[in-house]
């Protein structure tokens, strides 16, 4: 993983990861306007802290914590 922030389109299990361990933002609409406004959004959030929590997923899944998504 890069450890950049995530933009995804509302499809459940997409959704599911980025909000659960909140390392993004999912666009409420499949539409360029919805992911537009995504990107203005995911634009606002705090980068340490998304890099920090992409940073414990990368370590869940490769690790030795195989934590299932």
């Known amino acids: 993983m890069a450890e950049i ?12 990861l980025v909000e659960q361990e909140k390392i993004g933002v999912v666009a ?19 980068y340490a802290q998304i890099q920090k929590n992409i940073f414990q997923v990368r370590k869940n899944i490769v690790g030795n914590n195989k934590k299932k998504y």
Request: proline share 0%.
């Open 5 to 16: 922030r995530v933009i995804t389109s509302n499809l459940f299990e997409m959704k599911r």
């Open 28 to 46: 409420s609409e499949n539409t360029i306007e919805g992911f537009k406004n995504t990107l203005n959004a995911v634009l606002q959030l705090n």
